[in-house]
C-alpha cells in the first residue's frame, strides 16, 4: 500500500496593472533602444508615499485610512494625475498609474511628469460630511508632497471638482495670507465657481469621442449608424456617449458598477444618464433597455467598444468574444497585456489609453495656465484648443505605427519614451 500525496499545482498569479504597463514600457523601450541608463531611471518610480490618517465619523468614532500618492517621474516638469478613492486603491495600483501618466502628459506634449494615488475606500458608504473630512484630513497628511509647481492632483475614479475645491481650500490655509491666492492651481478639475475651467468636466470624454472620429476619418468611414457599447458610465462614458450619439451612432449597450443593459435599436444616453441620477448612479432596471449578464458584456454585437470603468477589464477570458472592431480606451489600462496580443492577432483596432482618454489632463494644463496667468477662458476656445492637441497627437502616433509596421500603443509609448529620454540626455545626471 503506498502512501502517495496529491500535490495541487499552484495557481498562476493573475496580472496585475504593474506588470502590464512595465511589459508596455519594456516593449517599447527595445523597440527605440532606450538608453540602457534612462531605462534604469523610467523602471521605476522617483518617491512613493503612504499615509495612515485617523478621521472622526459622523456617530463620534475614529476610522483610519490608508492614502497614497506615487510620483514616477518630472523629467518633464512637475508631477501630475488623479486621485482616486476606491477600494481597488493600493501601492502597486498607483506605481502603475503614475508611469501611465508619466506616458500620457508626454505623448501630449505637455509640461508635466506623471503621479496617481488615492485613497483606499469605498465612498458610496460614507456621507458628503465625512467624505470632505477625510479628503481635508488627507491633503493636510500630504502637506508639501503637492503644490503647484510640484505636484497637481485632479479628479479620477469617484473623486470630482467637488473633492477638488476641499483639496484646494485646505491646502491654501497651510498657507500665508499673502501667497494663497498663488497656490489656487495645486489641483485642476475644480469647480468652474473656485477657478475650474469650463469644459473640464467632459474634456476626457470628448476626447475620447475625438480619437474615434479622428480614426473614423482617416479610415473614409463615417459614426453615423454606428453601434457603440460603453462600460463604465461616468464621466468619461457619458461624454464619450454624448458626443458620439450627437453624430449619429447609436449606444446599443452599457455597463456600470450596478449591472449591464443593453438594446440594438438604441439607448437614448441622455435618458440613461438622468434615469441614473435618479436611482443612485445605477443603470439598473432603465425601461428602454433588457438586463443582460455582465460576464456577455463584451460580446455584445457591434462596432465601437469603449471600456470607461477600472483597470484590466479586457483580458485573454473574453478578448476572443469580442465583436468591436474599434475599442477606444477611455479607462487607464483597461486591456491587458494577454488580452491586447488576442486582439491585434484578431485585426482589432486599440486606440491606446495615453492617446485616447488624454484629453482630461490637456483639459486640466489649460486650467492650470489659466489660474497660473489670471486668465477666463471660454468653452468653444477650450474645445478648439483641445481638439487641434489632440488632432496632432494622434496624426503622430497613426504616421510612427505605419511607418514601422508596429501597434497603436506600442507606437504612442515609443514617442512618449522618446521625448523623456531626450530630456535626461539634454540634462545628464546630477551630479
Known sequence: MTNEQTVEKPKPLKRGMLDNVLEQFNS??????????VRKILSITNTEIIIHFPV?????????FTGYRVQHNNALGPYKGGLRYHPTVDIDAARALAMWMTWKTSLAGLPYGGAKGGIQIDPSIYSKGELERITRRFTYALGENIGPEHDIPAPDVNTNDQTMAWIADTYMSTKSTSERSKNQHVVTGKPVGSGGLEGRDRATGYGVYLTIKFWSEKNNETLKGKK????????VGYWAAHFLENEGALLVGVQDAF?????????????LFNYGKANNGSIV???EASAMEGKDFFALDCDICIPAALGNQITKDNARSI???LIAEGANGPTD????????????????????NSGGVIGSYFEWLQNRNGELWQMDEILEKLEKKLRTTFKKVTAYSEENNIDMRTAAFSIAIARIEKAYILRGIFP
Do not use: H, W, Y
Open 28 to 37: 517599447a523601450a527595445d523597440k527605440i533602444d532606450l538608453n540602457p541608463n
Open 56 to 64: 472622526r465619523m459622523d456617530n463620534g468614532e475614529v476610522e483610519v
Open 228 to 235: 457603440f457599447i460603453v462600460q463604465g458610465f461616468g464621466n
Open 259 to 271: 449591472g449591464s443593459v443593453q438594446n440594438q435599436k438604441g439607448i437614448t444616453v441622455e435618458d
Open 285 to 287: 432596471g432603465f425601461p
Open 323 to 325: 465583436k468591436a472592431s
Open 337 to 356: 497585456v494577454e488580452g491586447e496580443k488576442i486582439l491585434i492577432e484578431r485585426g482589432i483596432t486599440i486606440i491606446p489609453d495615453i492617446m485616447c
